[in-house]
């Protein structure tokens, strides 16, 4: 029976028509290599397979490898993809009301999508940074489903204002190595720049912590504003929030649209979490383990040979 996940996305046959460059052949291609892939979900959607050829430029080989390290991914790290229930789990209840996680409803010059972030609570003790990143992954999730691949590309934007070496003592290099290996080698989102705005000192010792994570391809992407003005050679300001001098509306209205957007979707992340993963004793092979996909070397390893286009 397919899965209940009903996020609205568009129909693929629209897909089709309007991304000339997705085509019908490929994604017949990346279902015969999923059928033979019986570890994989048994029933991976037409619109998923295209986002995963879309990340990929289209290119067959690549899009099953990360589609294979996305279901793999989201198995082995439940810190990230369980409990991920917006009505229900406490700790995500806790990060809700702890920061905002906002995809823009306007888009950069190119097309491309805006997840806009900042802390709502600057009381360290309430934050954790695993947590942070289940909230960021569940949104992802809507909006690539939703736009799929008529998306070109993702562009994140974080105010940092309220961050303090508090919260630095939250963060984890594990957990932030596991989170880029994510976003850079699974995720199927072609991302194309990270801006931090009101930038510190404070920021500048988390560079400090994660710049041996990050390789030159992904450094280029990252921009640093002293304030949200510079930040408009890149994202146009009128599609901001009210606070920065943008049209978007006030930021705790968009935010709490934005986590009832998460509750409707209730169902969808429970059934994906149910039924969205791997089944490693149906592996061909070597059943994969943590260690094997991202752990030690071999993912900082990964991290440093990755390019992002």
């Not at 589609?67 to 917006?86: G, I, K, N, Q, W």
């Not at 909230?135 to 994140?156: A, Q, R, T, W």
């Not at 791997?278 to 383990?289: L, Y």
Request: charged share 25%.
């Amino acid at each position: 029976m397919p899965r209940t996940r009903t996020i609205d996305a568009p129909a693929f046959e629209e897909q089709l028509e309007r991304n000339k460059e997705l085509k019908r052949a490929d994604v017949e291609l990346l279902r015969e290599w999923c059928s033979k892939n019986p570890h994989l979900p048994s029933d991976i959607s037409d619109n998923e397979l295209a986002l995963f050829l879309h990340s990929n430029y289209y290119k067959v080989e690549p899009a099953k490898a990360s589609l294979d390290t996305f279901y793999t991914f989201r198995s082995h790290v439940p810190e990230f993809f369980a409990d991920r229930d917006p009505v229900e789990s406490r700790a995500l209840r806790k990060m809700f009301d702890t920061l905002c996680m906002i995809t823009l409803h306007g888009t950069t010059p190119e097309g491309y999508a805006v997840m806009f972030g900042k802390l709502l609570d600057c009381n360290s003790a309430n934050y954790n940074y695993n947590d942070n990143i289940r909230y960021f992954g569940m949104s992802v999730d809507v909006l690539m489903h939703e736009k799929g691949s008529l998306n070109p590309g993702l562009v994140i934007v974080f105010d940092v204002e309220g961050a303090s070496l508090g919260h630095a003592a939250h963060f984890s290099p594990s957990s932030f190595n596991k989170f880029l290996f994510y976003l850079t080698k699974a995720l199927p989102v072609r991302l194309k720049a990270l801006h931090y705005i009101n930038t510190s000192s404070v920021m500048d010792f988390m560079l400090t912590l994660m710049k041996p994570f990050m390789n030159k391809s992904l450094m280029d992407l990252l921009h640093l504003h002293s304030s949200p003005e510079s930040l408009d050679k890149f994202v146009p300001l009128h599609i901001l929030p009210d606070e920065y001098g943008g049209k978007a509306g006030a930021l705790l209205d968009l935010h709490k649209s934005q986590i009832a957007k998460l509750e409707a979707y209730r169902d969808w992340f429970l059934e994906d979490e149910r039924s969205g993963r791997v089944d490693e004793s149906k592996r061909i092979g070597e059943p994969m383990n943590p260690t094997k996909l991202y752990g030690g070397s071999r993912a900082k390893a990964n991290l440093q040979k990755l390019d992002i286009d």
